[in-house]
């Protein structure tokens, strides 16, 4: 059993009135570790020691340059820990270590990639119409940035807001998911050792009220970068709406994948695959509406249905398990509810739909592929975050794009074709943030990644997230001899 601790004003602390709670290993349903359940004090503290750091000390005067040193220290030691963290991760949410020990690697470039431009934040010189007069802009810091984490990949949306948050000279406060605080609160030690100045770096753990409300609301939070579901994103959003503080939100989705006539049938099977039954389907990006033009549709089925029901469900910190539990009893009580009113309303479930045998403790579900007629169903309408899929047949491009279009979200697409000239059209067609053509849940620091509509605004990664992290401050100088004309003597 581990008893995590807050990391706040660079040290290691309790609750201020010493609450708990504890983490789940979801592969056995044991408890395995305790966190603290922030109060609002703590939340009050963490912010003041941030707001600390950012308008005083080593921080406040740190060169650019020397930013980004940290950052590439951080990341030299993320990498270097990996294993563990990863390792850690699958502990407290199920995802398949041999999946988080590889993402957490990763996440060493989201900050690299930040360490390297935290020296390249320019601003401009103004070619203004007036004479005598130069004005340029600066790029400053926003202020102290509150970052909310779901549990779902954790280490890597902490990279997503951290890195260029802390590049453009900002000091954070960031809130671990109740779900799976074990994650957050080891890469405190990895943030300690790298010997970032006190506030610069704080780490919460707590329950969303009222933990996650008081960070999102308190006045000295200029900048909420918040990753979550839609109906947590509606109380940021008011939260945030107290001070006015600039938000970025990274919600869910109900993401189409289109597979035409013309497309490789074992890239698209793949394509499915990956974007369902990866992370147990615990992904944002999940690919959960898939529609398949009416040539390939039996055969496309016969083949997915296969891999669908050879996928090696087990304990996720195994090397050879394909599919893990998913993150909590709730989570799977709903997906079964889903499925059973879908099933109701006509959908034919080809493979899966339930528990699977063998797993008496765990909160595993089957791979599930169902047969959908509409977009009436409940499984095509709602975000289940498990490893469900919704099979819909169309028969021509036209009618492919207004399905896929035909959802609240947009966060996601996946294109598969061989014809070049259709791989760009629907590309263009469709309502989303991201498009895959041929590929599906492909990532980089250097991409950009958000959604439209209930999905979010702001993008996380790529190289004009930085601008995001920075306000514009324009300097006029009056460069004339004279001194500044009267104003009520016109020229
Ligand atoms: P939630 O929306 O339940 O929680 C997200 C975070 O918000 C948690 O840290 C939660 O804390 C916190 N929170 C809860 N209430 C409040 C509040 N009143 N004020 C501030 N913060 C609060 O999402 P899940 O953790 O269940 O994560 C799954 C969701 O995240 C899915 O919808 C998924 O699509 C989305 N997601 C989006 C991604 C993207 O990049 N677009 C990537 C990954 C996931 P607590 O856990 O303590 O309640």
Redesign the pocket.
Known sequence: MTDYRLYIDGEFCEASDGGRFDSVNPANGQVWATAPAATEADVDRAVVAARRALTGGDWATMSATNRGRLLFELADRVAGRASHLGEIETRDTGKLAVETRGQSAYVADYYRYYAGLADKIQGDTLPIDKPDLHVFTIREPVGVVAA??????EMF?TATKVGPALAAGNTVVI?????APAPLLEFAEVVHEVGFPPGVINLIT????P???A??SHPLVSRVA????????R??VE?TAQNFAHLSL????KSPILIFNDADLEGAVNGAVAGNFGASG????AGSRVFVQAGIHDEFLERLIGRAEAIRIGDPLHEDTQMGPLATEAQRDRIEAVVAESRDQGATVHTGGKRPEGFDTGWYFEPTVLGCDSQSIRSTQV?L?GPVMSVLTFESEEEAVAMANDSVFG?GAGVFTTDVGRAHRVAKAVHSGIVWVNTYRAISPVAP???FGQ??HGR?AGIDTIYDYTRTKTVWINTSEDPMANPFVMR
């Open positions: 909310i984490v779901p549990w779902n990949a949306l809130k671990a998911s109740e779900e707590g329950f969303g009220e933990c996650g409300r960070l999102t918040f990753t979550g579901g839609v109906e947590t994103a109380r940021v939260n990274e919600l869910g989705g615990q992904s944002c990006v975000e975050f966060l990644f958000g959604g999905s979010g996380e």
